[in-house]
């Protein structure tokens, strides 16, 4: 017994040293070898930065456009009066690396198109603090253009790029965990957000009822009016200020008050006040994810997490299914075509088509790596220009069935076509076609 006891002893001392040595190797992984991306450093991105720094990540970089506002302070924690008007980006970093110690935030004070696609590219995790549908569509576009599939349609694990998006509307919000090309992508689930509320403009011209239709009324007619030629910029502070006085004096006019800027602000930019509670939790739920792609000790969320505390609190995990024919993370977009179709009028017919127009312009064309029409450089238009003459199915060597690689300067990523002939010519000179 005594033996016994003693042998079990050495085990829980083995395991338990074992487990230390465990924590210190993902401790010190956590500080030197991940590098995180926070994108947004508003409500729920000062929390995102506080919680990754005291999960222990080492190296953090966050990228936000805004300056800090007086309206900022009452749920953007990492901002005091003295901050007003500086970059969120470049206070938020400044303050966290202050409170904790070392950690390193590198700030990006300017637009996420402002980056080149290779910037998204050097992090292992990528996560979302943003108030606007345009903004997490580009960034899911861009890591969706990372993925790269096999001939077998399944994903190339290592181009997989982890997204974690939250977002907060009052004492509602959200978290999600995006692995594109194995689970739901953005764009499989914008049927998730309600449209946006929209006013009849007979209403915000003739008889406005509310503070709102004096905001509208200024935002989208009397700017046209007044300001032609000035493209209006929501994240200007003199053409928000030009709105808001306008819409003061629409409202003194038909006797309509509860005008304020920051109501301004919300209408025009479609912002739900912010609840700084429902920050702390959404971003918390994100940063436990994050934690567990960093060091797989635990199954991650599956895949998008609700949260409501409007009465108690409430929370669930719902799982989404991934659309097949997603454009942005889809194995290939299925495209019918007729097989006596050339590459110009197949080029043509995806100008055309709904799913794409928005997306498109001038767009180049590529097969298992071979370029068989590029818009540029010049020398390359020229050798290719000729393919765009020839059959289709002769430059897919004779496939009834294959993936088109397109390419625009619209698209932040390389969108995947699979192209199906609706039957077989009945000959094709192979001779006659090519590529670079």
């Not at 919680?51 to 990540?57: I, K, M, Q, R, T």
């Not at 692995?179 to 309600?194: A, D, E, I, Q, R």
């Not at 918390?284 to 998008?304: H, N, P, Q, R």
């Not at 709904?354 to 312009?361: H, Q």
């Amino acid at each position: 017994m005594e033996n016994g006891f003693d042998s079990e002893h050495h085990h829980q001392l083995v395991c338990k040293r074992i487990g230390m040595l465990v924590t210190i190797k993902l401790l010190e992984s956590l500080q030197n070898d991940f590098r995180v991306l926070v994108i947004g450093a508003g409500g729920l991105g000062c929390e995102l930065l506080k919680d990754l720094a005291l999960s222990g990540f080492g190296l953090i970089h966050v990228i936000d456009m805004d300056t800090i506002d007086v309206s900022n302070l009452n749920r953007q924690f990492l901002f005091r009066i003295q901050d007003v008007g500086k970059p969120k980006a470049e206070v938020a970093a400044a303050r966290v690396m202050q409170r904790v110690k070392g950690v390193t935030v590198v700030p990006h004070f300017c637009r996420i198109e402002e980056k080149d696609v290779s910037f998204y590219q050097d992090f292992q995790i990528i996560v979302l603090g943003l108030d606007s549908i345009e903004a997490r569509s580009y960034i899911n576009s861009v890591v969706c253009g990372f993925l790269v599939y096999e001939e077998d349609g399944s994903p190339d694990m290592t181009t997989i790029k982890p997204l974690v998006d939250g977002g907060t509307e009052g004492f509602r919000g959200h978290a999600r965990v995006i692995y594109p090309g194995l689970t739901p992508c953005f764009h499989c689930s914008l049927w998730l957000f309600p449209p946006q509320v929209t006013f009849p403009l007979c209403t915000l011209a003739e008889t406005p009822r509310s503070p709102a239709h004096c905001i509208e009324y200024a935002h989208l007619i009397q700017w046209g009016q007044e300001r032609q030629g000035e493209t209006f910029d929501a994240d200007n502070p003199e053409h928000m200020k030009w709105i808001y006085d306008q819409a003061l004096k629409r409202g003194a006019q038909f006797n309509i008050s509860g005008i304020t800027y920051s109501l301004t602000q919300g209408v025009v930019k479609n912002i739900v006040p912010a609840i700084a509670s429902t920050n702390a939790i959404v971003a918390a739920t994100c940063a436990l994810e994050i934690l567990k792609i960093a060091t797989m000790f635990s199954t991650g969320m599956d895949v998008y997490m609700q949260y409501t505390g409007t009465e108690g609190i409430y929370m669930r995990t719902v799982p989404h299914d991934k659309d097949p024919n997603c454009t942005m993370c889809s194995a290939g977009v299925p495209v019918d075509v007729d097989n006596t179709i050339t590459l110009q009028k197949f080029i043509d017919q995806l100008l055309k088509d709904s799913r794409f127009k928005l997306k498109l312009s001038k767009p180049s064309v590529s097969y298992h790596g071979t370029n068989l029409y590029m818009q540029a450089p010049p020398v390359l238009e020229e050798m290719t220009r000729p393919n765009l003459q020839l059959p289709l199915l002769g430059l897919m060597d004779g496939n009834t069935s294959g993936v088109l690689n397109i390419n625009d300067r619209r698209l932040t990523g390389v969108l995947r076509v699979r192209v199906t002939f609706k039957e077989g010519p009945d000959s094709v000179d192979m001779d006659t076609v090519g590529g670079v």
